[in-house]
């Protein structure tokens, strides 16, 4: 079966600092892993996803995430804090069809 | 319809009763999943049906607990002698299925249980 660590439930930043999320997936099969943001009040939407090929993926709003084999990790990254990036984000890993997801980080952006 | 639905969007109702919950997911997605969303809790897996095989209902946290999809598409969440802790926000999602395809999320129905 699969699973996925986030490491810290919430995250406060400046604006214009560095973001950065951290998850943490166990698979007994070659996972796939996704991040989703839920922004106040919406539903979730996919922020980038890797499947195969290149480890470094680029997502919407200048997010990306590294996806590390031999530390079974999948961190996400932001160069620069901005105030709409507030909102929780999902860390998910896929291996046989189902997804299961982390249990959420909320990120403050302070200005 | 363009994106996922679910109704109500709201649902408040008595200790013991029971609530259904509906998901129309997107036309084409031959996966659907739900989850339940308590504050601070993330996202618990429900079950999951793909095509027409047996949807796995590991996530499912009791008996009261039950679902179907019928003719592939629409599904129904049904919660049976509903509990206070039942209070949560169910989400629907769909997809292509398989492993790699992201899922698409609907905006949820927050179920209140008084």
Known sequence: AQSVTQLGSHVSVSEGALVLLRCN??????????????YPNQGLQLLLKYTTGATL?????????????????????????????????????SARGDMRFGAGTRLTVKP | GAGVSQSPSNKVT???????????????HTALYWYRQSLGQGLEFLIYFQGNSAPDKSGLPSDRFSAERTGGSVSTLTIQRTQQEDSAVYLCASSLGGTRNEQFFGPGTRLTVL
């Open chain 1, 57 to 93: 993926v680029k997502g919407i709003n200048g997010f990306e995430a590294e996806f590390k084999k031999s530390e079974t990790s999948f961190h996400l990254t932001k160069p620069s804090a901005h105030m709409s990036d507030a909102a929780e984000y999902f860390c998910a890993v």
């Open chain 1, 25 to 38: 997936y166990s698979s007994s099969v070659p996972p796939y892993l996704f991040w989703y943001v839920q």
């Open chain 2, 14 to 28: 008595e200790k013991g009763k029971d609530v259904e919950l509906r998901c129309d997911p997107i036309s084409g």
